[in-house]
């Protein structure tokens, strides 16, 4: 059992930055990959970036560029770094987490709402 608690969401104006981290308990942390996915009011929740356990990275075409994904296996902790963030970036952003082969991911976080004002 993995249980993931994000931090580091709040409001910021357009331009600026957020980092945002989800800290996993439980055991081989190393083993899991690690997504970050967003829901915007009122629209489905869609996938933003992701690390596999060997480090593979992944972005939706709207935050490449302005997003990187990283983790620190040591801390159980991954991160996601926005830059130049946009309004419609505005959403509550859940980290994700799956156990290395498996093609859905099986554990999900509270979530944090990141605000971008225009």
């Known amino acids: 059992q993995v249980q993931l608690v994000e931090s580091g969401g709040g409001l910021v104006q357009a331009g600026g930055s957020l980092r945002l981290s989800c800290a996993a308990s439980?055991?081989?942390?190393?083993?899991?990959?690690m997504g970050w996915y967003r829901q915007a009011p009122g629209e489905e929740r869609e996938f933003a970036a992701a690390?596999?356990?060997?480090?593979?990275?992944v972005y939706a075409g709207s935050v490449k560029g302005r997003f990187t994904i990283s983790r620190d296996n040591a801390k159980n902790t991954v991160y996601l770094q926005m830059n130049s963030l946009k309004p419609e970036d505005t959403g509550v952003y859940y980290c994700?987490?799956?156990?290395?082969?498996?093609?859905?991911?099986?554990?999900w976080g509270q979530g944090t709402q990141v605000t971008v004002s225009s």
């Open positions: 439980g055991r081989s942390f190393s083993n899991y990959d």
């Open positions: 994700a987490a799956r156990f290395r082969g498996n093609n859905r991911y099986e554990y």
């Open positions: 690390m596999n356990w060997t480090g593979t990275l």
